[in-house]
């Protein structure tokens, strides 16, 4: 007797067991439910850029202070009790676990602060320590889109283990050049400023050319502008050959960017004494020889340079 054929269920394949309704109907939700939370973990435009800017801010702070405790990657690892793959990950700017931030700021002495601040707040007044770096970058930027550049302030940049900040990048891309200065109101930690813009000098102008579509810079121009202070000064005269050798070349090359043209071609290394309280009349920027030299103190000190700022 031949027996009925049998006719497949919801769900089943010749050779398979049948699936019941019921299942595949809780698979299809189930299935829904991991899109739509998957769906919901991916970060905003906005969320995503605050993320690089904190993870980029960490490593930067950790690198810093790395290097000026000499230590290798490898010992603040063995101190914080991570490994040495993840000192290298934060310290290029990539993100980590609030644990293991906390761990590397135990390891170097430092403290972990987390703020959540209103956009309101945080663009209003600048805190008192940071009134005359803002200055300088302020009196910079109103020079160069004054004379019609593309300008950004506080730029962060990422290149494997080397991450940080611009203060103030200028270019154009006919010519393809760029502007990049470095502010500096003081210099407790010599080497570590030199550091931090010899890296910047090395790699800054390679993911700035990536980050604008450009396929390289023709030229660069390099600028390190302390205040024109008898703090600096000091600072400057004490070490004369590690400046020298750190900016050798003259200011006229700055002094280009603002009348006439950026340079074509070529790298150039610049130190400029910067006082961001200069009137119209009076010069504002002096150029390393002349620090060396003989030029008058504006200022005594940092906070001599904030009780002149304009209210």
Same mark, same amino acid.
């Given at each position: 007797? =031949?027996?009925?054929?049998?006719?497949?269920?919801?769900?089943?394949?010749?050779?398979?067991?049948?699936?019941?309704?019921?299942?595949?109907?809780?698979?299809?939700?189930?299935?829904?439910?991991?899109?739509?939370?998957?769906?919901?973990?991916?970060?905003?435009?906005?969320?995503?850029?605050?993320?690089?800017?904190?993870?980029?801010?960490?490593?930067?702070?950790?690198?810093?202070?790395? *290097?000026?405790? *000499?230590?290798?990657?490898?010992?603040?690892?063995?101190?914080? +009790?991570?490994?040495?793959?993840?000192?290298?990950?934060?310290?290029?700017? @990539?993100?980590?676990?609030?644990?293991?931030?906390? @761990?590397?700021? /135990?390891?170097?002495? #430092?403290?972990?602060?987390?703020?959540?601040?209103?956009?309101?707040?945080?663009?209003?007044?600048? $805190? +008192?320590?940071?009134?005359?770096?803002?200055?300088?970058?302020?009196?910079?930027?109103?020079?160069?889109?004054?004379?019609?550049? $593309?300008?950004?302030?506080?730029?962060?940049?990422?290149?494997?283990?080397?991450?940080?900040?611009?203060?103030?990048?200028?270019?154009?891309?006919?010519?393809?050049?760029? #502007?990049?200065?470095?502010?500096?109101?003081?210099?407790?930690? #010599? =080497?570590?400023?030199?550091?931090?813009?010899?890296?910047?000098?090395?790699?800054?102008?390679?993911? /700035?050319?990536?980050?604008? &579509?450009?396929?390289?810079?023709?030229?660069?121009?390099? /600028?390190?502008?302390?205040?024109?202070?008898?703090?600096?000064?000091?600072?400057? *005269?004490?070490?004369?050959?590690?400046?020298?050798?750190?900016?050798?070349?003259?200011?006229?090359?700055?002094?280009?960017?603002?009348?006439?043209?950026?340079?074509?071609?070529?790298?150039?290394?610049?130190?400029? #004494?910067?006082?961001?309280? %200069?009137?119209? @009349?009076? %010069?504002?920027?002096? &150029?390393?020889?002349?620090?060396?030299?003989?030029?008058?103190?504006?200022?005594?000190?940092?906070?001599?340079?904030?009780?002149?700022?304009?209210?």
């Amino acid at each position: 007797m =031949q027996s009925p054929r049998r006719t497949e269920g919801v769900g089943e394949a010749v050779g398979k067991r049948p699936m019941s309704a019921a299942l595949f109907s809780t698979r299809v939700k189930s299935s829904r439910f991991d899109r739509e939370r998957q769906t919901r973990q991916l970060p905003t435009p906005a969320s995503a850029a605050q993320a690089r800017n904190v993870a980029t801010t960490m490593g930067m702070a950790v690198a810093e202070e790395r *290097r000026r405790r *000499r230590w290798p990657a490898r010992e603040l690892a063995r101190r914080a +009790r991570v490994s040495t793959a993840t000192v290298t990950n934060v310290e290029a700017g @990539r993100g980590a676990s609030l644990d293991t931030y906390a @761990r590397l700021a /135990v390891a170097l002495g #430092l403290t972990l602060e987390v703020a959540l601040a209103s956009r309101r707040r945080r663009h209003g007044r600048p $805190e +008192r320590s940071d009134l005359v770096h803002a200055a300088m970058g302020e009196l910079e930027a109103r020079w160069l889109t004054g004379r019609g550049y $593309e300008v950004a302030l506080d730029h962060p940049y990422q290149h494997y283990q080397f991450a940080g900040r611009a203060d103030v990048l200028a270019w154009t891309r006919s010519p393809a050049a760029l #502007l990049h200065i470095e502010n500096r109101t003081r210099f407790p930690d #010599l =080497q570590a400023a030199v550091g931090s813009y010899n890296a910047k000098r090395q790699y800054l102008a390679r993911v /700035v050319a990536e980050q604008l &579509g450009i396929r390289r810079f023709e030229s660069e121009t390099h /600028v390190m502008a302390g205040l024109w202070s008898a703090e600096v000064i000091h600072s400057v *005269r004490l070490r004369r050959a590690t400046f020298r050798a750190l900016c050798p070349d003259p200011a006229d090359t700055f002094e280009s960017w603002l009348h006439g043209g950026p340079p074509t071609s070529g790298r150039s290394s610049v130190f400029l #004494l910067l006082d961001p309280t %200069a009137s119209p @009349r009076r %010069a504002a920027t002096a &150029g390393l020889e002349r620090a060396l030299r003989g030029a008058k103190p504006r200022v005594r000190d940092h906070r001599e340079a904030v009780a002149r700022l304009p209210r």
